[in-house]
C-alpha cells in the first residue's frame, strides 16, 4: 500500500453490532489509481486497479472473524461496485493522505463498531485467500497493535489494533520500519502468501497470477491476453487455480 492509495468519508449504513473485525480499505480514484503499472497495463490500469478491489473485498468479506468492511474512497462507480459486494462505503474527505484518510476510516469504523478489533486492510491483494486473511487476523495479540509486511518485506498490507489501541497508520514507503519502530509487532507467519502479495508493478502481478487470482481479476488477465484460456480448448477456468504467468502489456 503506498500513499497515494486514497480518501475517505462517512459510514453509509446502520450501525453494526460490536462483534469481530472491521476492516478498512483504502482506494484512490480509479483513474490515478496503481500508476506504477502504467508501463505494464497501460489504459487498462484503472480496470486492474477496480478488478483487484473487487476480489480483495469479496475475499475480505469472507474471511473468519471478519464483521463489517469499510471502504474508504472518494470514486463514486468504483464505491457502488464494492457496496454491492456488501462493504460499507466511507467517502469524505479531510485531505492530507493516505495515512489520514485511514484514520478517518478507522474513527468511522469505531462509530460503527467501538468493541470491535480494527484492521487496515490493502486493497490490492487480488489472490487474498479469506482462510489466509483469517490466520492473520486470529495470529493478532489482544493489545497493542500488530502488522503484516508485504512479500518484497518493506511495505505492510495489514496494520491491525486491539479494542482501546489506536490504529496510528505510518503506510508510505518503507512502512515496515516505521510501523515496527512505533511499537507494533510484526506477525511472522508462514502459508499467508495471499495475504503479503499487493501488487503495484507487473512483475507483481506476475506473482499473484501464480498464486490464483479471484474471479474479477482472473476474467480481466484472460480478457487482456495476460493468461490463456485453458489451452483456448473452451473449458471453464477455475477461480482460484495457479497458473503459469506470462503478463505482457495489451496491444
Do not use: I
Amino acid at each position: 500500500m503506498t500513499q497515494d492509495t486514497v480518501r475517505p468519508g462517512r459510514p453509509v449504513a446502520p450501525a453494526a453490532p460490536a462483534a469481530d473485525w472491521s476492516l478498512v480499505v483504502p482506494l484512490k480514484r480509479l483513474a490515478g489509481a496503481k500508476s506504477r503499472l502504467a508501463p505494464f497495463a497501460g489504459p487498462h490500469r484503472p480496470d486492474l486497479a477496480l478488478s483487484f478491489a473487487l476480489d480483495t473485498v469479496a475475499a475480505a468479506l469472507a474471511a473468519p472473524g471478519t464483521g463489517r468492511v469499510l471502504v474508504v474512497t472518494r470514486d463514486a462507480g468504483a464505491g457502488a461496485r464494492l457496496a454491492a459486494l456488501g462493504a460499507l462505503v466511507v467517502d469524505d474527505e479531510p485531505g492530507g493522505g493516505l495515512n489520514e484518510a485511514l484514520a478517518h476510516g478507522a474513527a468511522a469504523a469505531l462509530a460503527l463498531a467501538p468493541h470491535a478489533p480494527l484492521a487496515a486492510l490493502s486493497a490490492d491483494l487480488p489472490a487474498l485467500r479469506p482462510g489466509e486473511l483469517g490466520r492473520v487476523l486470529a495470529a493478532v495479540p489482544a493489545t497493542g497493535r500488530a502488522f503484516l509486511p508485504d512479500a518484497p518485506g518493506f511495505g505492510t498490507t495489514l496494520l491491525a489494533c486491539a479494542p482501546g489501541s489506536p490504529l496510528d497508520p505510518a503506510f508510505g514507503d518503507g512502512s515496515r520500519a516505521r510501523h515496527a519502530a512505533g511499537g507494533a509487532r510484526e506477525l511472522r507467519l508462514s502459508g499467508v502468501e495471499s495475504v503479503r502479495r499487493d501488487v503495484d508493478t507487473g512483475e507483481d502481478l506476475a506473482e499473484a497470477l501464480s498464486l490464483g487470482v479471484g474471479p474479477h481479476t482472473l476474467a480481466l488477465a484472460v480478457r487482456l491476453g495476460y493468461l490463456p484460456r485453458q489451452e483456448r480448448s473452451g473449458a471453464p477456468l477455475p477461480g482460484r487455480g495457479r497458473y503459469t504467468p506470462s503478463p505482457r502489456r495489451p496491444r
